[in-house]
């Protein structure tokens, strides 16, 4: 009796070998890229950055969040190097060239071979320009689509009813207020006691109107009459502690002389000629701004997402 092809023992013997190296390649777990952490030099630079961006020193967590963010902007740089956009993105390829140009005037090379050079140099490594935008183009591809979403009203005004008791969202839910205003500037330059002054001058502007008042005072540089404008306005002019306090006044002390307001140059008499509380706005009128407050939070959400996955690839040697 013939014994069937299927039946002969090699053959069975090649195909389980051949099952077990296509099982074996299929669930051998791929192999980690690796990334350094940033070295104590470069997390030097970052203390050094967050405190001239602050003001103050970082503290220990704030520091481990900095070396985290740095770690994700590294992978981020990495795999679009993986994805060879190094090579390919034409802004990169721009600035690599431009580099080359400064690095040697008197170059005759062509534009191709400057790129060539420039990517045999590794130059894209060194570049913050480039480095730039080849983390944004990865975080781009995270959430490449959120900028054609919308959730909807329902969700929109849910954001837009939390929003009313939320400080932070002020400036968004609410008009600004607005104050118009004269003053009386008593400087601190041309007199040696400039709050004892303003308090004689307060005295002699009883009665009379700000056109005429203003003269008891010193010039100001942007004038002494303002039409109605908000506080934040009056903060670039006068400085915050003035818009503060004069906001403060304005719904009560129309239509009379008050103060003096200490702020940085002087002292200040105002005469508030009217005031205009803020207004909550509509949800109609602030959908627009409440739908890319929605997108931003989303794309936000999404690269967090997109970078932890990216983190399973990579190991971090620290």
Known sequence: MKVSFLKRPWVHFVAIGLALF???????EPERMV????????INELKTEWTRATGRAPTEEQIARLVESEIDREILFQEAVRRGW????LIVRQRLIRNMKFLDPATTASDDELFENAIALSLYQFDKVTRGRLEQRVEMMSNQHVSQQDPGDEILRQRYEQGLDNPGQRDLL???????????FISRDT???????????LLQAEGLSPQEAVKLGNPFLHGHHFNAISPKQYARYFGAE??????ELASTQQQQWVGPINATYGEYIVWIESYEPAKQKTFEAVRSRLLIGWRREEERRLLIEFVAKLREKYEVVR
């Open 86 to 89: 190094h090579e390919t993105d």
């Open 22 to 28: 296509i099982a074996s390649d299929t669930l051998q």
């Open 191 to 201: 007199n040696a006691d400039p709050e004892a002054k303003a308090q004689e001058v």
């Open 35 to 42: 990334v350094n952490a940033p070295d104590s030099t470069r």
């Open 242 to 247: 003035f818009s503060r306090h004069l906001e």
């Open 174 to 184: 609410f008009s600004s207020p607005k104050i118009a205003m004269s003053h009386i």
